[in-house]
């Protein structure tokens, strides 16, 4: 079923779906916090301790997600971990008190985190062999950009359709998000393997079964580690480009709309076209490795930062502050589309890719946890042009990090192959 390479695809693009909205109601803050405020009768205090919840509960969760993604069907799991979700949104529609959406954002991290993200992850890898997992990581990361973009620009449109003083906008925006989770979990349930090696095309299946003994042998994996702090480096950058907002107004004095308007381009757009591009990379040039690719592009990356270190004291032209950003963004949601490709091109075995996908998510996206306390600090203690430089400098180490580690990746990766040639040879 899983060999016929239309239906490959259309799988990649549910699962890829499915993965990227089901976060879409646990970060409703991001697009409708005012809303949410105004109808839903609260403050903005008790917002950022809704959006904490489900923060803290996802890092506790993401390495359990890895051990679930072993050992359970995946159809079993992302269908009714997007159906679940569907039906929390119901519950959130009707604008409940404080304590029970405290409940609801631990309910989210359960579904989307501990259901369904080392799960989404593992079965799109499965859907092709070591050699494919740049293209499939990149297209993953892409289509799931695009199902976030088209999702919200409907919603947008959904909300404006009501007077501003109606409570119903927001509920309906709710709704709609809820309706599509149980839709893509229906979808899932039809398209979906669930989640024997044997469904990878040119796959060797692993006759080995998931045991929680192994959870010590992917630590002592190098390549858990080196993959780990690869992402830790690249997340690192994606967080540090939420503040090119503020940093092209504080800076070189654009309006809060066009700055707006560049934050869409970043955030959105670049998200869905730049992580896919990453893949044809590794597919059509003669660097196929998705490890080399990062490396090059943190290279990029590296001299894009020094560019903004230089030009941070004495901004002069604004194109070029956009020029930068938008480089570096690219860079980096390139790197995003394909980091989750690492450990298949490491050729981690198949019974024990949840795990480290789960262990990955721990330390990779430990950003998540001190970059916006540490640049917050920053703001609002130190003048724009000294705030600005750390970050800057925060993420060239965070880039000379993934350099280093890439490096040490593609080593072990070219050194195993060797050993397999040599080996085949005798």
């Known amino acids: 079923m899983q060999h016929s390479p239309w239906r490959r695809w259309i799988t990649l693009a549910i699962i890829s779906f499915s993965g990227g909205?089901?976060?879409d109601l646990a970060y409703l803050r991001y697009i409708y916090q005012i809303p949410m405020a105004k109808f839903m009768g609260f403050s903005n205090t008790e917002i950022g301790l809704i959006m904490s919840t489900f923060g803290i509960t996802a890092i506790i969760l993401y390495a359990p997600s890895g051990v679930i993604a072993d050992k359970f069907s995946h159809r079993k799991m992302i269908t009714s971990a997007m159906i679940i979700t569907g039906l929390l949104g119901f519950i959130m529609a009707t604008y409940p008190p404080l304590w029970v959406m405290l409940l609801i954002q631990v309910a989210f991290a359960i579904t989307t985190i501990l259901m369904l993200w080392s799960v989404s992850i593992k079965a799109a890898s499965m859907l092709g062999d070591s050699s494919e997992q740049g293209k499939i990581m990149g297209w993953m990361e892409g289509l799931r950009g695009v199902g976030v973009m088209s999702l919200a620009v409907f919603t947008m449109w959904a909300f404006s359709r009501f007077a501003p003083d109606?409570?119903?906008?927001l509920k309906t925006v709710i709704m709609i998000y809820s309706v599509v989770y149980i839709l893509l979990g229906i979808l899932c349930w039809f398209f979906v393997a669930d989640g024997t090696s044997q469904n990878a095309p040119g796959a060797v299946a692993d006759k080995k079964t998931f045991q929680l003994?192994?959870?010590?042998?992917?630590l002592r994996i190098s390549t858990t580690w080196y993959c780990s702090l690869i992402i830790f480096g690249v997340y690192t950058i994606y967080a540090i480009l939420s503040y090119s907002t503020n940093y092209l107004t504080e800076m070189y004095g654009?309006?809060?709309v066009a700055a707006s308007y560049m934050g869409i381009v970043?955030?959105?757009i670049f998200r869905a076209f730049c992580g896919p591009l990453g893949g044809i990379?590794?597919?059509?040039?003669r660097v196929k490795s998705p490890t080399r690719v990062i490396q090059i592009l943190?290279?990029?990356s590296a001299l894009t930062l020094a560019a903004l270190l230089a030009t941070n004291s004495q901004p002069q032209s604004v194109a070029i502050g956009i020029g930068l950003i938008l480089l570096l963004a690219f860079t980096c949601y390139a790197s995003r589309g394909l980091y989750f490709a690492c450990p298949g091109e490491a050729r981690t075995p198949t019974f024990i890719m949840g795990t480290t996908v789960g262990i990955c998510s721990v330390i990779g996206f430990l950003p998540d946890v001190f970059v916006y306390p540490i640049v917050g600090h920053w703001q609002d203690t130190l003048p724009a042009a000294e705030a600005y430089r750390n970050m800057w400098m925060m993420g060239l180490c965070a880039v000379c990090m993934v350099i280093v580690f890439t490096f040490?990746?593609?080593?072990?990766?070219k050194g195993e192959e060797q050993c397999r040639s040599i080996t085949s040879l005798e």
């Open 298 to 300: 943190s290279v990029v």
């Open 213 to 218: 003994s192994d959870i010590l042998s992917v």
């Open 408 to 413: 040490l990746l593609f080593r072990k990766i």
């Open 166 to 169: 109606d409570a119903n906008s």
């Open 266 to 268: 970043i955030n959105k």
């Open 281 to 285: 990379i590794t597919t059509y040039s």
């Open 21 to 23: 909205v089901s976060f």
């Open 254 to 256: 654009m309006s809060l």
